[in-house]
């Protein structure tokens, strides 16, 4: 399994931006389809972003299109959430994923390699 390890988070007033990045140990990287969760307090986890191995393809929530921007970089073992035009709503702890299946997925239990989160809080 892969080891992830997320940073950027921190406190924003609504409408800023804040980009989180995603650290992967190992050399297979490019093995791996990456996803994006988030917490909130009190709430199930829920799906954000997800982009595949080559990062050719990428699918996002309804709540974030438009707004957040998943890449990666296969030669830094890191994938990114670029966040825009932040929300209070948008308030939780992020964390990235990892799967080996073929097709991305939006489903938490198909990820097999989970970040220990980044809190991410936007003021209002």
């Known amino acids: 399994q892969v080891q992830l390890v997320e940073s950027g988070g921190g406190l924003v007033q609504a409408g800023g931006s804040l980009r989180l990045s995603c650290a992967a140990s190992?050399?297979?990287?490019?093995?791996?389809?990456m996803g994006w969760f988030r917490q909130a307090p009190g709430k199930e986890r829920e799906f954000v972003a997800t982009?595949?191995?080559?990062?050719?393809?990428?699918y996002y929530a309804d709540s974030v299109k438009g707004r957040f921007t998943i890449s990666r970089d296969n030669t830094k073992n890191t994938v990114y959430l670029q966040m825009n035009s932040l929300k209070p709503e948008d308030t939780a702890v992020y964390y990235c994923?990892?799967?080996?299946?073929?097709?991305?997925?939006?489903?938490?239990?198909?990820?097999?390699?989970w970040g220990q989160g980044t809190q991410v809080t936007v003021s209002s």
């Open positions: 982009i595949s191995r080559s990062g050719g393809n990428t």
């Open positions: 994923a990892a799967h080996t299946r073929i097709m991305i997925t939006i489903a938490a239990n198909d990820y097999h390699s």
């Open positions: 190992g050399r297979t990287f490019s093995s791996y389809a």
